[in-house]
């Protein structure tokens, strides 16, 4: 399963975790920090980075 990579822009945090593509499709990212969802993602290699908002 892939693992993400992400940066929460409310603490500043980077944290990966590793989602189903179901999962990441629903945009359901959470810090595990300090809860905010307004989380950026850390694209990893193998995935071509899209233009669709989070
Ligand atoms: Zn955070």
Redesign the pocket.
Known sequence: MPQYNFL?R??K?EFSKILTLSEHEKGKIV?P??K?KDVEQRWAAFYAVTSKKI
């Open positions: 929460c409310a603490c945090k810090c920090h300090c905010s």
